[in-house]
C-alpha cells in the first residue's frame, strides 16, 4: 500500500521559506511513470497545483507561483520537499502531497491523482 505523509512547520513567519517534506512508502519515488506533486487548498479556496517532481527527478511548477517555489527529491531517504520562499499571509493553505502519471501535471482535478498525503495546516503569520 502506498503512502504519503508530509511533514513540517505548521506557523511560518512572513517573508521566511516554508519547506515541506513528503515521505513515500509502498513506492519509490524513482518508479517508472508517477510524478510527486505539491498541491494546496487556501481557506475557502479550490485546489491549487504547484508543481511536481519526477520518477527521472525532473521539476515542473506551476505558473503562479514558479519563482518562489523550488521541488526537490532525496532518493535514499524516498522523500520529496518544497520550498516556498518569501510567504506572505496569502500562503497560509492546507498542504497536500500527492501522486500521479504525466496527466497530473498542472492539474487540479483530485481524480488525476491516485494517492495523497492526509496533508497539513501550514499558517503564515507574524
Known amino acids: 500500500q502506498v503512502q504519503l505523509q508530509e511533514s513540517g512547520p505548521g506557523l511560518v513567519k512572513p517573508s521566511q521559506t516554508l519547506s515541506l517534506t513528503c515521505t513515500v512508502s509502498g513506492d519509490s519515488i524513482t518508479s517508472f511513470y508517477y510524478y510527486w506533486s505539491w498541491i494546496r487548498q487556501p481557506p475557502g479556496k479550490g485546489l491549487e497545483w504547484m508543481g511536481a517532481?519526477?520518477?527521472?527527478?525532473?521539476?515542473y511548477y506551476g505558473t503562479s507561483l514558479k519563482s518562489r517555489t523550488s521541488i526537490s527529491r532525496d532518493t535514499s531517504k524516498n522523500q520529496f520537499t518544497l520550498q516556498l520562499n518569501s510567504v506572505t499571509p496569502e500562503d497560509t493553505a492546507v498542504y497536500y502531497c500527492?501522486?500521479?502519471?504525466?496527466?497530473?501535471?498542472?492539474?487540479?482535478?483530485?481524480?488525476?491523482?491516485?494517492?495523497w498525503g492526509q496533508g497539513t495546516q501550514v499558517t503564515v503569520s507574524s
Open positions: 500527492a501522486r500521479g502519471d504525466i496527466e497530473s501535471l498542472h492539474n487540479t482535478d483530485p481524480g488525476s491523482f491516485d494517492v
Open positions: 517532481i519526477s520518477y527521472r527527478g525532473s521539476s
